[in-house]
């Protein structure tokens, strides 16, 4: 018999409809019901692709007798953190207060109320390792609950008043300035990993926004170091096994600090993240590898990530069935020795083999490699290499497919936006603006409402109920500018300057702090407010990203002003956590640049429009806003009052108030913008 979840549109929730655990989704019914039979309640937040969240229903939450007991002491939710970033963040910032530590699946008990007052992550089945097994603690849980109520009490209260103890301050105490930014790439410089590439050590995660801080600083000041580092980082991830070597695309991140070993699942936003930063990384540097990664990233998401509706699926997750039913994490990204030669033949086999580092002991499991792309190989066949690489594809895609997330998240969609516009724009690939573009039309369609309010997410073409949170509002918003910039189509300016009031206007606090929710949304225990990214920038740094933008489309001053303000808290945090705020930081270093406004008019077709288009588009100057359309059109308002040069096509270029001489000269716009000299139709 199906538990409450069957009619719910997360795919994750939709895995334990058939639980004998009778789930609830995250819901006022919930904790009304929980008061009624005055119970605590068990709240379990996963998502569909999280490997420990799957082992733990296997061993729990699909056992009858634990489920039984469940079912009768507590009121049991279970929540996607993917589609409530809200109640994630609120109870996980209590768990990491609690143990110091945290992680999916989360476990937490509240009472009624809400309040939290017991904590975990994973619980095994039997105890082990010094952990209680789960049951140990449901046990454990009931009988303080029975019997010392007004310890549980004393306890949830005290959380609860710590919780709101914490609320930010920062915001509206001035920009962050040379120094700051400067104090920031000392900081990223003494956790730099010189000899892997990356920031810190294992696991090491791919720091998107990071490296996109220090190509804008190199961009802005020339600093060579700055751009080692990114460049570095890129082709030590590119060469590694986080990368999937055969069909694009990135892991999560690596268990190691080579880059060796991936956690396999494959997240939307980190390709959209990294597809961007490469191909920034080639803009900046016309690298071959780049463009290649950036390209094969690109064409990942569009052909296993695109949904029917257009848009874009959440994840691939990490397990696969092995071929004998069992399911095995990187079961369909790894090889041995013998299913190469099986593939390829002796010859190719062991040409194969040491190309991409597979060994005979294995570097992941069991014999198994994580195909790499080891340095210092000399200079290889390429015809080889596709052969070679074709035919593993093929036998790869034979294998039992791992499963797939196929809500479509608002955020995740905006990143995947802004990314594949650009790369399509800067590799002369028009399918992938339309895919850019597809992707933008649905967001527009079924997640915005006539009031300009996002729902959070949509799956199979329905519309989830939950409201978007800040950073759906500040990624959708980049994405459209993004979109605006390389189409020359003034309505994507428009649609993010309908988000963008309604960050304004339910988003912004006092002093120019920013909240994750919606003044009018769902009240939690406390109103989620994190500044510092986590696998994606945060939501205020991205508000505050796509506020300054919009600015600079528009001369809008209060947009300008909430940018500033929410830029105080990359102030306070650069200098002393650059790794955790490093989308702020790029988007101070846009505002330490302008950031320039960049108009080119010119005839619709005409060779000259489109090669100082072209030109603007690859400027690496950071944040430079670029409008494009015919002399006089009403498309963007960077284009009034700017008449065609001698009759010719025309560029111009002002910031903070002041313009240059408009050019119909490729060349000179190129080198008032910071364009790397890649011959425009060279690809």
């Known amino acids: 018999m199906p538990n409450r979840l069957a009619h719910e549109t997360s795919p994750y929730l939709?895995?334990?409809?058939?639980?004998?655990?009778?789930?609830?989704?995250?819901?006022?019914?919930?904790?009304?019901?929980?008061?009624?039979?005055d119970v605590p309640v068990l709240l379990s937040v996963g998502y569909s692709s999280c490997h420990w969240c799957h082992v733990m229903a296997h061993e729990s939450f699909e056992d009858v007798t634990t489920a039984a007991y469940m079912n009768a002491h507590f009121v049991n939710i279970k929540v996607d953190r993917e589609e409530r970033p809200d109640v994630d963040a609120v109870y996980m910032e209590a768990v990491q207060a609690a143990t110091g530590q945290g992680g999916w699946p989360m476990t937490v008990f509240l009472t009624a109320g809400g309040e939290p007052f017991y904590f975990g992550t994973y619980f095994p089945p039997e105890p082990r390792h010094g952990m209680a097994s789960f049951m140990q603690v449901l046990e454990g849980v009931d009988a303080a609950w029975t019997g010392r109520r007004e310890e549980v009490a004393e306890v949830a209260g005290r959380i609860v008043r710590e919780l709101a103890g914490r609320s930010l301050a920062h915001g509206g105490d001035g920009v962050p300035g040379e120094?700051?930014?400067?104090?920031?790439?000392?900081?990223?410089?003494?956790?730099?990993?010189?000899?892997?590439?990356?920031?810190?050590g294992a696991p090491k995660f791919p720091q998107s926004m990071v490296v996109e801080f220090l190509l804008r600083h190199h961009a802005r000041t020339g600093a060579e170091g700055a751009l080692q580092m990114a460049a570095d980082t890129c082709e030590a991830m590119a060469r590694g096994g986080i990368y999937d070597q055969l069909g694009g695309?990135?892991?999560?991140?690596?268990?190691?600090?080579?880059?060796?070993?991936?956690?396999?699942?494959?997240?939307?936003?980190?390709?959209?993240?990294?597809?961007?930063?490469?191909?920034?990384?080639?803009?900046?540097?016309?690298?071959?590898?780049?463009?290649?990664?950036?390209?094969?990233?690109?064409?990942?998401?569009?052909?296993?990530?695109?949904?029917?509706?257009?848009?874009?699926?959440?994840?691939?997750?990490?397990?696969?069935?092995?071929?004998?039913?069992?399911?095995?994490?990187?079961?369909?990204?790894?090889?041995?020795?013998?299913?190469?030669?099986?593939?390829?033949?002796?010859?190719?086999?062991?040409?194969?083999?040491?190309?991409?580092?597979?060994?005979?002991?294995?570097?992941?499991?069991?014999?198994?490699?994580?195909?790499?792309?080891?340095?210092?190989?000399?200079?290889?066949?390429?015809?080889?290499?596709?052969?070679?690489?074709?035919?593993?594809l093929a036998a790869r895609d034979l294998r039992p497919r791992p499963g797939r997330d196929d809500k479509v998240v608002a955020a995740w969609n905006g990143l995947a936006i802004a990314a594949l516009a650009e790369t399509g724009a800067y590799f002369d690939r028009p399918d992938l603006v339309e895919r850019a573009t597809e992707a933008a039309d649905l967001l527009v369609r079924l997640h915005l409402d006539d009031a300009a309010r996002l729902a959070r997410t949509s799956k199979d073409g329905r519309t989830g109920a939950n409201a978007g949170v800040l950073e759906d509002y500040g990624d959708v918003a980049e994405g459209f500018l993004a979109l605006a910039a390389v189409t020359g189509e003034g309505a994507w300016l428009e649609f993010a300057g309908f988000l963008l009031d309604i960050v304004l206007d339910?988003?912004?606090?006092?002093?120019?702090?920013?909240?994750?929710?919606?003044?009018?949304?769902?009240?939690?225990?406390?109103?989620?407010?994190?500044?510092?990214?986590?696998?994606?920038?945060?939501?205020?740094?991205?508000?505050?990203?796509?506020?300054?933008?919009?600015?600079?489309?528009?001369?809008?001053?209060?947009?300008?002003t909430a940018a500033e303000g929410a830029l105080g808290v990359v102030k306070a945090l650069g200098p002393r956590a650059p790794r955790f705020v490093g989308w702020g930081l790029a988007v101070a270093e846009a505002l330490l640049d302008g950031p320039r406004e960049v108009a080119v008019v010119g005839p619709e077709g005409d060779e000259r429009t489109a090669r100082l288009h072209r030109t603007a588009l690859l400027g690496t100057a950071p944040g430079a806003v670029v409008a494009t359309g015919a002399a006089g059109g009403g498309?963007?308002?960077?284009?009034?009052?700017?008449?065609?040069?001698?009759?010719?096509?025309?560029?111009?270029?002002?910031?903070?108030?002041?313009?240059?001489?408009?050019?119909?000269?490729?060349?000179?716009?190129?080198?008032?913008?910071?364009?790397?000299?890649?011959?425009?139709?060279?690809?």
């Open 249 to 392: 695309g990135f892991a999560r991140y690596s268990v190691d600090r080579e880059w060796v070993v991936p956690h396999f699942e494959k997240m939307l936003y980190d390709n959209a993240l990294l597809c961007r930063v490469y191909a920034h990384l080639w803009r900046a540097t016309g690298s071959d590898l780049a463009r290649r990664v950036a390209l094969e990233t690109a064409d990942f998401m569009v052909r296993e990530l695109r949904t029917v509706e257009g848009g874009f699926a959440s994840a691939l997750d990490a397990d696969s069935d092995d071929g004998s039913g069992k399911h095995v994490e990187g079961a369909f990204y790894v090889w041995t020795p013998d299913q190469l030669r099986e593939v390829l033949g002796e010859s190719d086999a062991a040409f194969a083999a040491q190309y991409f580092g597979v060994t005979d002991e294995g570097t992941f499991e069991e014999g198994a490699s994580v195909l790499q792309l080891p340095q210092g190989g000399g200079v290889v066949d390429a015809g080889r290499i596709a052969s070679v690489r074709q035919r593993l």
């Open 635 to 683: 498309e963007f308002p960077l284009l009034a009052d700017r008449p065609l040069v001698d009759g010719q096509a025309a560029a111009y270029v002002c910031r903070r108030f002041v313009c240059a001489a408009p050019t119909t000269e490729a060349d000179v716009l190129g080198s008032e913008l910071g364009v790397f000299r890649v011959d425009a139709d060279d690809f």
């Open 506 to 560: 339910q988003f912004v606090g006092e002093s120019g702090t920013l909240f994750d929710t919606a003044h009018d949304a769902e009240q939690l225990i406390r109103r989620p407010q994190d500044p510092t990214d986590n696998a994606t920038p945060s939501g205020w740094t991205a508000a505050a990203g796509a506020l300054l933008s919009y600015a600079a489309h528009t001369g809008s001053e209060a947009h300008r």
């Open 14 to 37: 939709l895995q334990h409809a058939d639980n004998p655990v009778d789930w609830w989704p995250w819901s006022p019914e919930a904790f009304e019901e929980a008061r009624e039979r």
């Open 179 to 200: 120094e700051e930014l400067a104090q920031a790439l000392l900081g990223l410089t003494r956790e730099y990993d010189a000899k892997w590439g990356g920031f810190g």
